[in-house]
Structures are given as C-alpha cells and as structure tokens.
C-alpha cells in the first residue's frame, strides 16, 4: 500500500485520503478529478516481471470505470497507443529492475 500512496501522490501532487479503497488484487489505487489511477504491481520480483497493462486488464479496468481516464502504473504494457488513445488510458513505466530480487 505504501507504494501505490506514492505513485497516487505522483499521479496528483496530493496525498491519498481514502487508503480503503486501495485494492490490490484489482491493482486499484483510487480516483482523482474524472481519473482512475491503477498500480500493476507485486512485492515479488518473479511476478511482477511478468506483469503488464495487457488487453484482459484493461477491458477489465475499462468497465469498472466508464467514463474515467485510466491511469495505470505497470512495469510493461502490450497495447498501442491507438488502444491506449481510444480507451482514455494512459500508461506510465514503472522499471521492473529497480527492485531487488529477495
């Protein structure tokens, strides 16, 4: 949860007020404005270097928030950008490699 308080500050300039509705098993931050802001992530480094915004996810995303843009944090993402124009995503690199394996 610490990690995904900080990519919400990063994403808003603010702090998270509403931690609860953190969600990871959804990879669900929370909302800012008319934004949803996803973190696709996991503490193990095995996983998460196989994790990444694919199209499963982000119709998943697309319908637990209609109308929103969608910003998802993950360490790869395997749509174009036309897919990420036309769905309201935006996708921002988050550098699998910086964490250490345990």
Do not use: H, M, W
Request: with cysteine.
């Amino acid at each position: 949860k610490q990690f995904a308080k900080y990519v919400y500050y990063l994403c808003t300039g603010e702090n998270l007020e509403a931690e609860d509705k953190i969600n990871e098993a959804e990879f669900y931050v929370g909302e800012y404005s008319k934004q949803a802001i996803y973190l696709v992530y996991k503490q193990d480094y095995e996983t998460l270097a196989r994790l990444a915004l694919n199209l499963t996810l982000a119709e998943k995303i697309k319908e637990q928030q209609p109308g929103k843009k969608r910003i998802v944090y993950a360490p790869s993402c395997f749509l174009d950008e036309e897919y990420l124009t036309d769905n309201q995503f935006e996708y921002v690199g988050i550098p699998y490699n910086l964490f250490q394996r345990r």
